[in-house]
């Protein structure tokens, strides 16, 4: 059985943070910080282990925030500049890895009155894992600065540096706080997202497709336009990387999206679903098969993808769009697709028994539907 996720947190990494920390302060108490921060560690899961041992670092790092943020950065193993994200792990040298989650936590709480010094710690910090999740009360308290600060690090040699000025502003960062500020209006961060989808790093430039994919949950027009104006010219890196961030917008519909790609133009032809069996049970599965009939003499790009209308607790159902397939339809060309679509129990999904509708989509239109019973 695979090692459970929230163990990238626990008792060894503790006694790393307490060696480091005693070779960077010889002053700390480490018997009181270890037995602090192991108690009640392994009934926790993995962000709350996090938060509990910034808690620990708070209770025996000086009160001084400016001493305390150094005694962190002298922990530290020496920074990289490649994108090997296994290599981030600590070692003699320092600290890196997982361990510096809970001190970007410690610096997210207790620097947030000094926001100029924690975030020249978070800098040094994010550069051994990432500091995405903490840069962001900063953003939310002190905007101007933190900006300002991103701003500067738009050319940093760092790409964690750089992957951290567009995931740590995401408006709907996974884990994260979200900055409901720019879920309103995100344009202050349109600014960094222009400078950054030309970087050179493929690490940073799925970020900002992360991040335009965030955009386009409320302001779908908004990431319509920068397609439109950036497509044409950009690069096979860059479409891939603007491919990534318009994923939602394609599954939806979007009209200007999948016109921007090519994609826009209603199926000519005929389209059939069937779905087997007729009654699945739940952790089994159903198979689709898919008849896509041409009537044109030319060939159609298609995305065809399908809408699950699952049964909710109320009686109601609540659409869920799953990927299908990208494909190019030859002239008058009769193609048969088969899917198979798991039912099985998934932490983000709970199933209940009833009807489940099924709409099928070629370019974000509705062209076939079928359904099947969840016994």
Do not use: C
Request: no cysteine; net charge positive; hydrophobic share 40%.
């Amino acid at each position: 059985m695979a090692e459970p996720f929230k163990n990238l947190i626990g008792a060894r990494l503790v006694h790393d943070l307490a060696e480091h920390l005693t070779r960077s302060w010889p002053g700390l108490p480490r018997k009181r910080f270890l037995a602090q921060a192991l108690e009640g560690l392994d009934d926790l899961e993995l962000k709350a282990r996090a938060t509990h041992l910034s808690r620990a670092l708070e209770a025996v790092l000086p009160p001084d925030f400016d001493a305390a943020a150094s005694i962190l950065e002298r922990s530290l193993a020496p920074a990289r500049l490649d994108e090997d994200l296994g290599a981030l792990q600590t070692s003699p040298a320092g600290l890196a890895g997982w361990v510096i989650w809970p001190m970007t936590e410690f610096v997210a709480r207790v620097g947030l009155d000094q926001p100029a010094r924690a975030l020249q710690a978070l800098h040094a910090l994010t550069q051994r894992f990432t500091a995405e999740y903490a840069v962001r009360p900063f953003l939310d308290q002190h905007r101007e600065l933190t900006f300002g600060v991103l701003h500067g690090w738009l050319r940093d040699p760092s790409p964690h540096v750089r992957r951290l000025v567009s995931e740590g502003s995401r408006p709907r960062l996974p884990w994260g706080m979200q900055l409901k500020f720019l879920v309103a209006d995100p344009s202050p961060t349109l600014p960094l997202l222009e400078v950054l989808q030309h970087d050179a790093s493929p690490y940073v430039r799925r970020s900002v497709a992360n991040h335009w994919n965030d955009i386009a949950k409320d302001h779908p027009d908004l990431v319509a336009g920068w397609l439109e104006k950036h497509l044409s010219a950009a690069s096979k890196e860059r479409r891939a990387m603007m491919k990534h961030a318009s994923r939602t917008l394609i599954k939806k519909g979007h009209p200007r999206v999948l016109k921007a790609w090519g994609i826009g133009a209603p199926l000519r032809g005929a389209a059939e679903l069937r779905i087997a069996p007729k009654k699945a049970a739940i952790g089994s599965g159903v198979t689709l098969e898919v008849r896509l009939v041409s009537s044109s003499p030319k060939s159609q790009r298609l995305v065809v993808d399908y809408v699950v209308h699952h049964v909710t607790a109320s009686g109601a159902t609540s659409p869920k769009v799953r990927k299908g397939w990208n494909l190019e339809l030859g002239p008058h060309e009769d193609r048969r697709l088969s899917k198979q679509h798991s039912l099985r129990v998934v932490s983000t999904r709970r199933y209940h028994r009833g009807k489940h509708a099924v709409d099928l989509l070629v370019n974000g239109k509705v062209v076939a539907g079928a359904q099947f019973v969840l016994e």
